[in-house]
């Protein structure tokens, strides 16, 4: 089936620093990858859409200027959290929609394994 | 009004009890529904999508009420594995944006 492989799975940074984040499509292409964030207790929130080759399109109230997203083949996507402070420590992760044919369920949607962001 | 509304939870139940969650959604032309399960700090996993007829996969039963605009998850003879946070999630009607519910708590006691 369709792998997504998002690492690092779990990194700590100092506040001011950056942190880049990749998701690599293993064995089908991803032409779309949206970037979710998520924090303790709460739901998966849609941070962008990137489509392989463009800008992203960054959702209402994400700073595009401070999460970096180049999405420049069609198997490895990247979030840059860009002079990372603590309020950006949080679960970030990956998913890419999966083109699977002809249906009404002719994609799905596959995710990385998450990467948990501290910063200190 | 949110996209995607659940009742949090938390749902305590004893191994073997049936358990059932709601999820509702504002836009009707949405399109595609699922659930997810994720267990505690590990990414979300598909476990099924939610046909309009309604469908079944061993103890797990959705159905999809488009006139109320909510979907449910039935769990029968609840396992001490089926502990994890259910997710619904619904797709918009332009197909390429998802919309998560908090989520549900299931915790199975022995």
């Not at chain 1, 880049?20 to 962008?48: G, N, V």
């Not at chain 1, 949080?90 to 890419?96: E, H, P, Q, R, V």
């Not at chain 2, 305590?12 to 509702?24: K, L, Q, Y």
């Not at chain 2, 001490?80 to 989520?103: E, I, R, W």
């Amino acid at each position: 089936g369709a792998v997504v492989s998002q690492h690092p799975s779990w990194v700590i940074c100092k506040s001011g620093t950056s942190v880049k984040i990749e998701c690599r499509s293993l064995d089908f292409q991803a032409t779309t990858m949206f970037w979710y964030r998520q924090f303790p207790k709460q739901s998966l929130m849609l941070m962008a859409t990137s489509n392989e080759g463009s800008k992203a399109t960054y959702e209402q109230g994400v700073e595009k200027d401070k999460f970096l997203i180049n999405h420049a083949s069609l198997t490895l996507s990247t979030l840059t959290v860009t002079s990372a402070h603590p309020e950006d420590s949080s679960f970030y992760i990956c998913s890419a929609r999966v083109d699977r044919g002809v249906g009404q369920f002719n994609y799905g949607y596959t995710f990385g394994s998450g990467t948990r962001l501290t910063v200190v | 009004r949110k996209e995607v509304e659940q009742d949090p939870g938390p749902f305590n139940v004893p191994e073997g009890a049936t358990v059932a969650f709601n999820c509702t959604y504002s836009n009707s032309a949405s399109q595609s529904f699922f659930w997810y399960r994720q267990d505690c700090r590990k990414e979300p996993k598909l476990l099924m999508s939610v046909y309009s007829s309604g469908n079944e996969d061993g103890r797990f039963t959705a159905q999809l009420n488009r006139a109320s605009q909510y979907i449910s998850l039935l769990i029968r003879d609840s396992k001490l594995s089926d502990s994890a946070t259910y997710l619904c999630v619904v797709n918009s009607n332009t197909g390429n944006q998802f919309y998560f519910g908090t989520g549900t708590s299931l915790t199975v006691i022995p």
